[in-house]
């Protein structure tokens, strides 16, 4: 079975633009989760999505935003790019028991 | 609000057993997971405690104690590949369903 996947796996923006990343589940998970990690931190929560509806946001400016697809897959939209968002983005479905598996995230670089 | 501690940097002889701490300090919990990440890597799934006591898994080992905030990983018969951080994430029961990182433990296992 494919795990997570993300796309693009890399990617090079200025300040000012927009970016939109995108994420696969598992086959089965209806909830994917985006995450932000910034060198040497730990991710940082930004959104939870199941069944297409948003169940959870975490501390991050409007900026920020989300969907999710019938097919369970999900986009995040990045408007107005900072120096500041560069940074590993991920993504995460989950599992019967709750425990999250990460894909290989989209590494953000805002020059 | 939530804070996760975890030691910054940890060193371990090859074939040795090391522990991680981790303490927590949450509105809410429910429940408690460990990951590894490779340099450059996403995050993989280690373990998940929700209920007190040690859950094993072949060389690793994760135990929690929820009165005290408190959970460990533990490696034994380390290997060179174990070399990694190691975060420490729980999830408030708030229905939806985040993770709170720690900043992570980097393990540098040597010969």
């Known amino acids: 079975d494919a795990g997570v996947t993300q796309s693009p796996t890399h990617l090079i923006k200025t300040r000012g633009q927009h970016v939109t990343l995108r994420c696969s589940p598992i086959?089965?998970?209806?909830?994917v989760s985006w995450y932000q990690q910034v060198l040497g931190q730990g991710p940082q929560f930004i959104f939870q999505y199941y069944e297409k509806e948003e169940r959870g946001r975490g501390n991050f400016p409007d900026r920020f935003s989300a969907r999710q697809f019938p097919n369970y897959s999900s986009e995040l939209n990045v408007n107005a790019l900072l120096l500041g968002d560069s940074a590993l983005y991920l993504c995460?479905?989950?599992?019967?028991?709750?425990?999250?598996?990460f894909g290989p995230g989209t590494r953000l670089t805002v020059l | 609000g939530q804070n996760i501690d975890q030691p910054t940097e940890m060193t371990a002889t090859e074939g040795a057993i090391v522990q991680i701490n981790c303490t927590y300090q949450t509105s809410g919990f429910n429940g408690l997971f460990w990951y590894q990440q490779h340099a450059g890597e996403a995050p993989t799934f280690l373990s998940y405690n929700v209920l007190d006591g040690l859950e094993e898994k072949g060389r690793f080992s994760s135990f929690l104690s929820r009165s005290k905030g408190y959970s460990y990983l533990l490696l034994k018969e380390l290997q060179m590949k174990d070399s990694a951080s190691y975060l420490c994430?729980?999830?408030?029961?708030?229905?939806?369903?985040?993770?709170?990182f720690g900043t992570g433990t980097r393990l540098t296992v040597i010969p």
């Open positions: 995460a479905s989950t599992g019967q028991n709750n425990e999250q598996f």
């Open positions: 994430a729980v999830r408030e029961d708030r229905g939806a369903n985040n993770l709170f």
């Open positions: 086959s089965g998970h209806k909830s």
